[in-house]
């Protein structure tokens, strides 16, 4: 697996990061999160995607109990974790309706929470998870900035930002921005036309690409694109040693000139083995554009 540094002279990170989202999902035991740990590092993935929100809540929790188990496992990944969506659940019953904030005792607070849940004093970058519509710039800024100043956050991003929210707070950072981290696949690839990856270019910074097999739709062939893509897949698929469809997918993200990271959500090791494969492929112009050609079903404008 390649490595990059998400900003000029920032951060390394591995070309593809592992998103936990999910991880709850099959119900694992710590055990088998912390194998799934160690499957990331054979695959040279290290940079490990986290929110306290993951799974209501308790997903950063079982992440540091599979830390636990193998001590120094926590210093051989990136953590990333992200903060500023509050929603009603059983571990938060006094909450009356989902919300975002991005104050600066809000971050605070959160990220103190990420810490004692992850078991560890550092988190490598902090993402604010969504824009929060009634805090100002100014006040996500003055968190962040404390945050970095105590040593607590190695670096500071953005998730889910426009271009022009990027900016506003970018300005008001004591060290810049590192990353957005969007959600951008073949069946959602606005961020090329709506400035959110040119503005990623301009700043030098990676952008980060969730959900990029979109969440599994890709695979739904109840879903017109998925049915084109899945043809258009299959006939280039020999040009590039066999690869699968989501092989070609990651590929399609990875050779965005901005130099997006993928965050594969899967919980399956063969399909963590594939998409670590994608780092290799690189797609022939003629094919990444007939993949998004098959995606969007005309030809470009
Ligand atoms: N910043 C944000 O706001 C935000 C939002 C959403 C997600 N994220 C991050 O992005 C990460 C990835 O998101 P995601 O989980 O939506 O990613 P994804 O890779 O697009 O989707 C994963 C889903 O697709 C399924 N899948 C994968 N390959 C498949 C195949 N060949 N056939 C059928 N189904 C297939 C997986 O099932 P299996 O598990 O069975 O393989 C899983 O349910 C998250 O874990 C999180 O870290 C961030």
Request: glycine share 8%; proline share 6%; aromatic share 8%.
């Amino acid at each position: 697996m390649k490595r990059s540094q998400i900003s000029p002279g920032g951060l390394e990170v591995s070309r593809m990061a592992y998103g936990t989202w999910r991880l709850l999902q099959t119900q694992p035991s710590p055990q088998e999160v912390n194998r799934r740990l160690h499957e990331c590092l054979e695959l040279g993935i290290t940079t490990l995607d986290t929110a306290e929100i993951y799974g209501l809540y308790e997903v950063e929790l079982k992440l540091g109990e599979a830390f636990a188990l193998s001590p120094g496992l926590r210093d051989q990944f990136e953590i990333i974790t992200k903060a500023g969506i509050y929603v009603p659940c059983s571990y938060h019953p006094q909450r009356r309706t989902a919300h975002y904030n991005a104050t600066e005792p809000r971050l605070v607070k959160s990220l103190e929470k990420s810490l004692r849940f992850l078991g560890t004093d550092r988190i490598d970058l902090f993402l604010v998870h969504r824009p929060d519509w009634l805090t100002r710039a100014d006040d996500t800024a003055t968190g962040l900035n404390a945050l970095l100043h105590s040593g607590k956050i190695g670096a500071a991003g953005v998730s889910n930002y426009s271009a022009s929210q990027f900016d506003l707070l970018n300005g008001q950072m004591d060290q810049p921005l590192v990353t957005n981290q969007i959600e951008f696949h073949l069946l959602r690839p606005e961020p090329i036309h709506d400035g959110t990856l040119h503005q990623c270019e301009k700043s030098g910074v990676l952008p980060m690409a969730w959900s990029p097999l979109a969440g599994g739709q890709l695979f739904d062939l109840t879903n017109p694109a998925a049915v084109r893509l899945a043809l258009a897949a299959e006939s280039m698929s020999p040009r590039y040693n066999g690869a699968t469809l989501e092989q070609l997918a990651y590929a399609w993200i990875l050779a965005h000139p901005s130099h997006p990271i993928p965050v594969i959500g899967t919980n399956k090791i063969e399909r963590l083995q594939l998409a670590a494969g994608a780092d290799a492929l690189v797609l022939e112009r003629e094919d990444w554009y007939g993949l998004w050609e098959a995606a969007q079903g005309r030809r470009i404008p």
